[in-house]
Nanobody, 126 residues
Framework: QVQLVESGAGSVQTGGSLRLSCTAS????????MGWFRQAPGQEREGVAV????????FYADSVKGRFTISQDIGKNTVYLQMTSLKPEDTAVYYC???????????????????WGQGTQVTVSS
């Protein structure tokens, strides 16, 4: 059984930085993509970034482009989300997710992911 565990929760001021980590365990070798989603209170879950594990290709939501960087350490089964220039609107619970589809360009569609982490809180104060 696959398990995704996030870490790196924290509270920072506007302009600060945080790095989130997501470590996968169990049957993980065939993950085709791993992504980060976030959900703020009263809002729908939204895609933040994705990395395609084979090519290391990455995509980002427009709201975080240029500020967030997703990366992977295959040997550690870990995906990172480096967040810089944080804004109050980045405040949310951040979720790591992973999927097996061999063709999945609609990376913001949460239905395409097979495993999810428990979520980790990021709070940015003004």
């Amino acid at each position: 059984q696959v398990q995704l565990v996030e870490s790196g929760a924290g509270s920072v001021q506007t302009g600060g930085s945080l790095r989130l980590s997501c470590t996968a365990s169990g049957y993980t070798y065939s993950f085709e993509y791993m992504g980060w989603f976030r959900q703020a209170p009263g809002q729908e879950r939204e895609g933040v970034a994705v990395i395609y594990t084979g090519s290391s290709g990455t995509f980002y939501a427009d709201s975080v482009k240029g500020r967030f960087t997703i990366s992977q350490d295959i040997g550690k089964n870990t995906v990172y989300l480096q967040m810089t220039s944080l804004k109050p609107e980045d405040t949310a619970v951040y979720y790591c997710a992973a999927g097996y589809r061999t063709w999945f360009p609609d990376w913001m569609n949460s239905n395409g992911y097979n495993a999810w982490g428990q979520g980790t809180q990021v709070t940015v104060s003004s």
